[in-house]
């Protein structure tokens, strides 16, 4: 459970919702006022889940201003009065659920804040921060960021320095959004705004700053510290930088949670490293989408769950997060090695002919230095979405056998 009181002292408990349960739509709705001294809402005959695991029963709940002070048996408020009606009969009644690896960044500052696809799936929660977070910002990095954008220039300019996490957070709650809101701070992040994109270990000064950073956030409302090690500039960070982010992190009760550095060949290794940053960084281990990709690898399953319950039964905090479908959706770019994109120049050296001679030798090779997910995922199990240049629509929804 994400302590969400925590990010209420930075003001944004963005929007109350009628009850802290989510109603699938088409109740029929009654709106007679009610004598004092009853309910503001009953929500009657509806299947209740509650939210701990118990098996689902038929039942009444009933409110009182955002507070839930009775959940009964499906009948027994019948009689009750009421402000307000809900008859969720054939309809499901659950906590509003929470959306551990939110993206609606771009929704939250400068687009639709109420997100209304979320909204009406019942999720009441997102939280953001896989990997990197629009804040804080070097001086570098915002310049990089809003070139030739004016409105992004415009929003992002307190984004910039000491706290420009805590300003993201007000920017979020001045534009207005449905769900609660929290996040962690990107990985990438703090290591982008100590050393920019370049690969290579800190100096001892650049480490300084990602700790600086890291309890800066910390202090603004940060959950913890959200890493995704496959994709640059995550990618370069080392387990011993990212054990330093965490001890950093760690007095305020941070949590490390991780797109993790191998879901697939090197699953075993992956995890084995997620658990380290957690012991010696002094932290919670919470594992994104926990999965082994490859129909090579899946036979490692068994083996990465057995190591997080051993981690448990040893007396360290770690969990993991599954999402219930069996395919992926990520940048294509995530199918080249990371270092074609050190010092942001990724675009230039797949047009420099030499450069791009070389990636594709090492893609060919398996010599990568990361992960490829369309080698995992296999040319047919690849489908490519989301074209901008006209010229390549006819390619879109085809998969990269079929392109080739």
């Not at 300084?208 to 959200?226: C, K, L, Q, S, Y």
Request: with cysteine; glycine share 12%.
């Amino acid at each position: 459970m994400i302590p969400l009181h925590r990010f209420a002292r930075r003001r944004l408990a963005l929007a109350a919702l009628i009850a802290p349960f989510a109603v699938a739509c088409g109740g029929r709705v009654s709106t007679t006022p009610a004598p004092a001294e009853s309910y503001d809402l009953v929500i009657s005959n509806g299947r209740v889940y509650d939210g701990a695991g118990n098996p689902w029963s038929y039942g009444d709940i009933a409110v009182i201003g955002d507070r839930i002070v009775r959940v009964a048996p499906a009948g027994t408020l019948g009689d009750a009065r009421a402000a307000r009606r809900i008859d969720a009969r054939g309809l499901a009644v659950a906590p509003g659920f929470i959306d551990i690896q939110g993206q609606s960044e771009d929704a939250f500052l400068v687009g639709d804040g109420r997100v209304v696809s979320k909204i009406t799936q019942g999720i009441t929660t997102e939280i953001l921060g896989e990997g990197s977070t629009p804040a804080p910002l070097s001086a570098a990095m915002y310049a990089t960021r809003t070139a030739g954008d004016t409105t992004a220039a415009r929003i992002r300019a307190p984004f910039v320095g000491e706290h420009g996490f805590a300003h993201w957070l007000d920017a979020m709650a001045a534009h207005g959004v449905a769900p609660n809101v929290g996040s962690f701070l990107g990985a990438a992040t703090v290591r982008r705004y100590a050393k920019g994109t370049a690969e290579g270990t800190p100096t001892t000064s650049e480490l300084d700053t990602m700790r600086a950073v890291t309890r800066r956030a910390m202090e603004d409302g940060a959950f913890g510290v959200g890493s995704a090690l496959i994709y640059p500039p995550g990618a370069y960070a080392s387990t011993e930088e990212l054990i330093e982010i965490a001890k950093a992190m760690a007095p305020y009760g941070g949590i490390y949670i991780t797109h993790m550095r191998s879901e697939g060949d090197r699953v075993i290794e992956a995890t084995a490293e997620a658990l380290r940053i957690g012991r010696e960084g002094g932290v919670p281990v919470e594992i994104y989408h926990l999965k082994v990709a490859g129909q090579r690898n899946w036979s490692k399953a068994p083996q990465v769950v057995a190591m997080i319950d051993s981690a448990r039964r040893a007396g360290q905090d770690v969990g993991a997060t599954m999402y219930p479908y069996t395919a992926g959706q990520t940048d294509l770019a995530s199918c080249l090695p990371p270092s074609a994109a050190a010092n942001g120049k990724l675009l230039d050296n797949l047009r420099d002919p030499a450069s791009r001679a070389r990636i594709k030798a090492a893609m060919i090779a398996g010599t990568t230095g990361g992960e490829s997910l369309c080698d995992l995922a296999t040319a047919h199990g690849t489908m490519v979405v989301g074209f901008r240049d006209s010229t390549m629509k006819k390619f879109e929804g085809l998969r990269l056998d079929e392109i080739a």
